[in-house]
């Protein structure tokens, strides 16, 4: 028993079809029903969010000759944010006859999510990694090649293949503007109707189905309703909860959790990564935290000041004064520790005092080894667009000094819930991407989420939602019907609430001090007792908000402080639900660390009794109790065990 | 890094309700401006102490601060993306200013952009112009292997200096005939040196370029203005290679 969920008495059911891993997915989808092509135009498909995942699916099925809605908060689908990833994408390509193989990547994908996800999808990613990368080239883009004009690969993320591909440090970029012209195109034959400026805020249920969504114009602020066949959800992760993340400024969960409120369970709230190479923050007002692609830890040693509350510059603390933490931990591995166990090191010696830099919690990451074994023309090569990054930012030079860096939120691989289809637990609701749990378990691997988005988008969704539709009905639904107009009504009331105070705390004020709750108590290491502190305090703090803040404006113009006050409220339900799980589950995996739970050398202890089960949340109503419904994991192929980088 | 002291600025921003409403530059001063925060974080700052006051924050555009989204956008003392070069409203840091400076700040100025509240404009022209070409037609799932055609290296790297391209517009707001060249050379010149791009090669350049004219944007006349301010560093070179395309295309009568 818990006080804050009941249990769910029936499993869930991930449907997972039969038959051997390797044919299962292609010998399924060959025995889907299917549509008519002429009849495909008929079917209104709604997509929210144009990033890899969802601008790849918008066009994917107008390709197909669905008619499609397709609708982006930002000012153009080309600026969702996955135009940020820098890294790469993994494919089992095994160009460099290194021994790569769709066995391979989906062993070191469970294995690297820690044995929380469903085997028969990661299976079914990997097999589809080789398509994206067939599929982007011939989109025009330029991924890195070798002289002969072969394409090139480097080994990321701990990997010992070299399976990842890259365009510079903008892979991110090109893989979406790659998709977003196969959008653009679709658009230009009118098949997709693009909705740019517009912000989801409720999903319409219709004899149970998602028939429709109702968005917000971010310009004109009218509200605005659009009803389809299906809807298909792209909007990406929730760092943003933390307020300091490596995540856009828009970036919001409202869309996936309007539609929790609305029956759509969600999946393991509480799995989120924290990347351990970011700019630390450097002030009170700062607005987003910096990534520094991972690959710096090739050549940087990481060291704090042996004694704590050492303030002198770096230069001045001598080689013995020095603790290289991560080398005297993990001799193994040293500084290339894989994400979590390099982020919570550095938490380890920053919360014991020797942390360093204005605020005391950063650690050095140092060059002077590798310029002075390979030269600083080799390293600034090697590094080119880092370092003058990490000058424009910090105002320091790394060549001659130190960088400072400091984990930051960076990845949610929680989401909403979805099954083998990629649908919710709402028939008709699809959840692509980022948005949804599904491939990562509780840690994601470097150059997986752009592999996982586009997989989603190209190559499954086209095949189970048509599948879907095929096998029901199809029944016109109006916007004029009464669910429609219940909504409407809701979020004028909501709209109408925010802007009712002319005085107290900004919407920023509330979001700073949720992210402080969020970060102290349920960020890289938690514990029971902080756990449920937070749960109090984001409870207090959320009163305080809906009593108090203060959004200047009106509803019926560009506002974006409504705008994110409706994301902040979302934030604090959201961040009560991640502390909840965070304390239901009582052991470490992954990116989730309960300091109760670890080894005598304060390593994660994973409790796969007890605990190798996605958990899934299900909204019931403002005055019940929510429910958690439990899909339990079984892994046949890949046998769970005790990861060790000593 | 830098702590502790902080600089008091004095602001002129435009200010703009709405669309078709009139716009003003308005005096501010903001207090507390620390010189490592960001010029986006300063206007943060500043919105915080109006919202304080009980006035209507300042909208602006922005997503990622980190420069590479293409969101942010601002014309800071006459200069769009402010005076550091290479580098994107959101990268600018305060502490390329002193203490007590003044500091105009407008939107983006273009016919083919118009302001749609204070410093927040329209840049769905750009959309439409890659809507009429700025793609290879090739479906999901008809992908040849993706080693099959090899791509010469320089010809990879010199595609993907055109196509790290953000689409902020800046080369826009710079251009004295607010012309949308370098924008449109440089996806056309993406897919024109790539061997994928070629059966749409000529179509593509023409159609694109009608449509940067349909906008309403300004013919090129050649002052490199756009190249100077463009945040990745993007050549008026690709300028050259569309008109050579163009060219091309309409001497074979596309």
Redesign the interface.
């Known amino acids: 028993m818990s006080e804050w969920f009941d249990i769910g008495e029936n499993l869930l059911d991930g449907g997972v079809p039969p038959g051997a891993i390797e044919v299962k997915w292609d010998r399924y989808r060959s025995e889907m029903q299917l549509l008519a092509p002429a009849n495909k135009r008929h079917y209104r498909i709604i997509v929210v969010g144009t990033g890899l995942a969802g601008a ?1 699916a918008a ?2 099925l107008a ?1 197909l000759g669905y008619t499609v809605l397709n609708f982006c908060i ?6 969702a ?1 996955s ?2 990833a820098q890294g790469g994408i993994n494919a089992a ?1 095994n ?1 460099q006859n290194d021994g790569d193989s769709v066995w391979r990547l989906f062993l070191d994908t469970v294995r690297g999510g820690d044995y929380r996800s469903r085997e028969a999808n990661v299976y079914r990613l990997s097999e589809l990694s ?2 994206i ?8 883009v ?10 090139s690969n480097r080994s990321f993320g701990g990997a010992q293949v070299s399976r990842t591909f890259y ?2 440090g ?1 892979t991110g ?2 893989l979406l ?1 790659g998709c ?3 959008l ?2 679709q ?2 034959a009118g098949r997709v109707r ?1 909705f ?1 400026r517009r912000e989801m805020l409720d999903l319409v249920r219709v004899d149970g189905r998602a028939r429709g969504i109702l968005c917000r114009n971010l ?1 004109t602020g009218e509200i605005e309703r659009y009803a389809g066949e299906a809807v298909l959800l792209c909007t990406g992760g929730y760092s943003t909860v933390y307020f300091l993340s490596t995540n ?3 970036c919001n969960a409202t869309a996936i959790w309007r539609c929790y409120k609305k029956g759509a369970y969600f999946a393991n709230p509480s799995f989120t990564q924290i990347h351990p190479t970011c700019v630390p923050q ?2 009170e ?4 935290l ?2 520094m692609s991972e690959s710096l830890r090739n050549d940087g040693r990481v060291w704090v000041p042996s004694e704590p509350g050492d303030t002198r510059a770096p230069a001045n603390i001598s080689e013995s004064e020095r603790d290289y933490f991560l080398e005297r931990l993990y001799p193994a591995f040293g500084n290339l520790v894989p994400r979590d166990i390099a982020s919570r090191a550095a938490k380890k010696m920053c919360d014991e005092g020797r942390g360093v ?2 605020t005391g919690y950063a650690v050095y990451l140092d060059f002077s080894d590798a310029i002075e074994r390979e030269g600083i023309d080799v390293i600034r090569e090697r590094y080119n667009n880092l370092f003058p990054m990490y000058e ?5 030079d790394p060549y001659h000094t130190p960088m ?1 860096i400091y984990p930051a939120p960076h990845y949610t691989m929680g989401g909403l819930w979805v099954d083998y289809n990629l649908m919710s637990t709402i028939p008709g609701l699809y959840v692509l991407g980022e948005a949804n749990y599904s491939d990562h378990g509780a840690n994601r691997l470097g150059a997986s989420a752009l592999m996982q988005g586009l997989a989603d988008g ?2 499954i969704i ?1 095949y189970t939602m048509e599948h879907f539709l095929a096998s029901n009905k199809r029944e016109q639904v109006s916007t004029d019907h009464p669910a429609f107009a219940e909504s409407e009504e809701s979020i004028r009331r909501e709209v109408a609430r925010y802007l009712s105070h ?2 107290g705390k ?1 919407v ?2 509330f979001h700073w001090e949720l992210g402080r709750i969020m970060w102290d108590k349920v960020g890289m290491s938690r514990n029971a007792a902080g756990l449920r502190e937070a749960i109090g305090e984001i409870r207090a703090l959320r009163k305080e908000f809906h009593d108090h803040v ?1 959004v ?2 009106t509803g019926e ?5 409504l705008e994110m006050a409706g994301r902040v409220a979302d934030f604090f339900e959201l961040g009560e639900l991640m502390a909840i799980d965070a304390l239901h589950r009582n052991e470490s995996c992954g990116g989730h660390f309960r300091e109760e739970y670890q080894t005598e050398e304060g390593e994660a202890l994973r409790d796969d009794e007890n605990f190798s089960y996605v958990a899934a949340y299900e909204y019931r109503g403002p005055d019940q109790k929510i429910v958690l419904h439990r899909e339990p994991l079984k892994f046949r192929h890949a046998q769970p065990s005790h990861r060790s980088y000593k | ?3 502790g002291e902080t600089m008091t600025l004095h602001l002129k921003v435009w200010r703009q ?2 669309p078709d409403q009139p716009g003003a530059l308005t005096p501010y001063t903001v207090t507390g401006v ?5 010029f ?2 300063m206007l ?2 500043l919105n ?1 102490q ?3 006051r ?4 300042v ?1 602006f ?6 420069g ?4 942010c956008g601002l014309v800071i003392d006459g200069i769009a993306h402010g005076p550091k070069r290479a ?1 994107t409203t959101c ?1 600018l ?1 305060m ?1 390329n200013y002193r203490d007590g400076d003044t500091i105009t700040v407008e939107p983006f100025r273009a016919r083919g952009f118009p302001v ?2 204070d410093l ?1 404009v ?3 022209a ?2 439409r112009i ?3 070409g ?14 099959t ?5 320089y010809k ?2 010199a ?2 200096d055109a ?2 391209c ?2 902020c517009g800046a080369c826009v707001a710079a251009c004295p005939n607010a012309s949308a060249a370098l924008f449109v050379g440089a996806k056309v010149s ?2 024109a040196l ?1 061997p ?2 070629h059966a749409e090669r000529k179509v593509r350049v023409v159609r694109m370029v009608e449509q940067m004219d349909t906008e309403g944007f300004g013919a090129c006349s050649n002052h490199g203005e756009c190249e100077a301010v463009c945040p990745k560093k993007i050549s008026i070179t690709y300028i050259a290679r569309m008109r050579r395309e163009y060219f091309k295309a309409a001497l074979a009568g596309v």
């Open positions: 790849s066009a994917s390709e930002q000012d153009s689908p080309r600026r944010h135009v940020a390509k160009y080789s398509d990368i067939d599929q982007c080239v011939a989109q025009g330029p991924f890195a090649r070798e002289y002969g004009g072969m394409l365009a510079r903008q970029q090109q503007l977003y012209g196969a653009m195109r658009v230009n693009l740019p310009v856009a400024v828009n450097l002030g007002v700062q607005s987003k910096t990534l830099g204005p424009e930012i910090t105002g320091e400072m190209y190559f086209s002319t005085s900004s920023k004020q203060h200047p404006g113009e560009l506002n974006k402080n | 890094m830098t702590t309700r709405g620390s010189p490592d925060m960001s986006l974080e943060d700052l915080e109006l919202i304080e009980n006035e209507l924050p909208e555009d922005s997503d990622c601060r980190e590479i989204c293409g969101t580098c990268e840091r502490r749609l509240k927040v329209d840049r769905g750009f959309d890659i809507s009429k700025g793609y290879i037609s090739v479906n999901t799932g008809s992908a040849p292997e993706a080693n055609i090899p791509v010469p290296k990879t790297e595609a993907m196509a790290i953000i689409g993406q897919f790539l994928q791009g």
